[in-house]
T-cell receptor, first 115, second 116 residues
Framework: DAKTTQPNSMESNEEEPVHLPCNHSTISGTDYIHWYRQLPSQGPEYVIH???SNVNNRMASLAIAEDRKSSTLILHRATLRDAAVYYCILRDVSNSGAGSYQLTFGKGTKLSVIP | DAGVIQSPRHEVTEMGQEVTLRCKPI?????LFWYRQTMMRGLELLIY????????DSGMPEDRFSAKMPNASFSTLKIQPSEPRDSAVYFCASSFYLPGLADEQYFGPGTRLTVT
């Protein structure tokens, strides 16, 4: 399985933008890039996903490098509620095997938001 | 929609007892997942159902663990007999999965299991 590398932790000031990086140098052409986050004492929560183009939704933006070997989750204005562990996950949806449905969670990046 | 519902939210039991965790997926979803989270091992997939049929149970740690999905709106994860090392938070998730498409998995609040 293609793997991802994320910093263990990051800090941000409240109301400032946050850029969470993810490296995935062995990504394949059919791997989608997914981001989930887990707030304290809660289950993981879907944030965003993309394949090649940058993506925006109400929660965040996903910027994908042209060679797809890295991506960045952008929170445009961090709030205290955004303090969570953020997971970057690759999923190959092109086949019918385990990789097409399974989310393999790594250790993620623990984001702290400073008031 | 109420989201994925899990019960109980907390369970404390003694070693050797049977434990049953319950999950109600989001209506209309065709896939259901059971995950386990511990500090040591992080978040691990235990078993995955598609259209109520178990597809992959390779993550189930031992024969003491079993899961069922008798219908599209209910699933159980049973541990019999339970052991202290089963202490963890167990999450249920559901999604509407179609091959070739990147679906979103929706997680429940989890059941925190403590086996003494």
């Amino acid at each position: 399985d293609a793997k991802t590398t994320q910093p263990n932790s990051m800090e941000s000031n409240e109301e400032e933008p946050v850029h969470l990086p993810c490296n995935h140098s062995t990504i394949s052409g059919t791997d989608y890039i997914h981001w989930y986050r887990q707030l304290p004492s809660q289950g993981p929560e879907y944030v965003i996903h993309g394949l090649t183009s940058n993506v925006n939704n109400r929660m965040a933006s996903l910027a994908i490098a042209e060679d797809r070997k890295s991506s960045t989750l952008i929170l445009h204005r961090a709030t205290l509620r955004d303090a969570a562990v953020y997971y970057c996950i690759l999923r190959d949806v092109s086949n019918s095997g385990a990789g097409s449905y399974q989310l393999t969670f790594g250790k993620g990046t623990k984001l702290s938001v400073i008031p | 929609d109420a989201g994925v519902i899990q019960s109980p939210r907390h369970e404390v039991t003694e070693m050797g007892q049977e434990v049953t965790l319950r999950c109600k997926p989001i209506s209309g979803h065709n896939s259901l997942f059971w995950y386990r989270q511990t500090m040591m091992r992080g978040l691990e997939l235990l078993i995955y159902f598609n259209n109520n049929v178990p597809i992959d149970d390779s993550g189930m740690p031992e024969d003491r663990f079993s899961a069922k999905m008798p219908n599209a709106s209910f699933s159980t994860l049973k541990i019999q007999p339970s052991e202290p090392r089963d202490s963890a938070v167990y999450f249920c998730a559901s999604s509407f999965y179609l091959p070739g498409l990147a679906d979103e998995q929706y997680f429940g609040p989890g059941t925190r299991l403590t086996v003494t």
